[in-house]
């Protein structure tokens, strides 16, 4: 079965970075679209950034310009670089992949401190 295992959440201050990891297994990972969602407590899940198979990517106006994503088929991974964090970047951070279903990591917390 599809797993998507996130890792590289954790507290960091404002103007710092981190960088999230998701390893999928159990899926043809060079065709899925995977994405990074989020969500801050008493809010919705939002889309951060989004890569297609073929490298096209996606991301929300809140963090584009300070994060990056990226992935590597090589080893079924797809990560999310975070520069210049901010306290509102503070969210479980959910790694998604579209394939023939939608399916879900468990997530990962990140904490931005001011």
């Known amino acids: 079965q599809v797993q998507l295992v996130e890792s590289g959440g954790g507290l960091a201050q404002a103007g710092g970075s981190l960088r999230l990891s998701c390893a999928a297994s159990g899926m043809l990972f060079n065709v899925a679209t995977m994405g990074w969602y989020r969500q801050a407590p008493g809010k919705q899940r939002e889309l951060v950034a989004r890569i297609r198979s073929g490298g096209n990517t996606y991301y929300a106006d809140s963090v584009s310009g300070r994060f990056t994503i990226s992935r590597d088929n090589a080893k079924n991974t797809v990560y999310l670089q975070m520069n210049s964090l901010k306290p509102e970047d503070t969210a479980v951070y959910y790694c998604?992949?579209?394939?023939?279903?939608?399916?879900w990591g468990q997530g990962t917390q990140v904490t931005v401190s001011s």
């Open positions: 998604n992949a579209e394939y023939t279903f939608a399916y």
